[in-house]
C-alpha cells in the first residue's frame, strides 16, 4: 500500500481516564470513561472519537460514490454508533451500526450506495472480520 497520510497521536495519563492529544496539536482532548462503564463521564470517550471517524470516512466514501454515479446527495449525513462490552471469550470487542440519511433520493438508491461504499471506506476494510457492522438507510425500515 502507498500510504498517503499518516495520523499521530498520543494517548497520556490513566488510559480511559487521560489524555489525547495529536502530533499537530489541533486535537487535544481529556478522555474519561463513560458513567455506563463506571467511569465519572464529563470528557470524551475513544469510542466516541472512533464513532466520529468512522461517520466522517463512510460518508466520505459515500459521496465519492454518488458523484461517480451522479447522485445529488446534498444535506446528506452518516450517523455512527460505537459500542463496546465484552464477547464470550472475556475479551472486549465493538459494535458498530451505520445509519446512511439521504433525503429525497431512492431508498433503493441509497442502499446501494451504502453497500458500495462500505466495501470502500478505509475503517470499513479495517474492521471487516473483527467488528460487526451494521447498515441502515434511515426511513428505510429495509436496513
Known sequence: MQVL???QARATGDGRDGH???SDGILELDLAAPKEMGGEGGATNPEQLFAAGYAACFHSALR?????????VSGSSVSAEVGIG???SGAFGLTVALTVDVPGVDPAVVR???AKAHELCPYSNAVRGNVEVT???AGDGQG
Open 20 to 22: 489525547v492529544a495529536t
Open 135 to 137: 447498515l441502515s438507510v
Open 64 to 72: 465519492l460514490l454518488a458523484r461517480r454515479a451522479r447522485v445529488e
Open 5 to 7: 497520510y499518516t495520523a
Open 112 to 114: 446501494e450506495l451504502t
Open 86 to 88: 465484552r464477547a464470550d
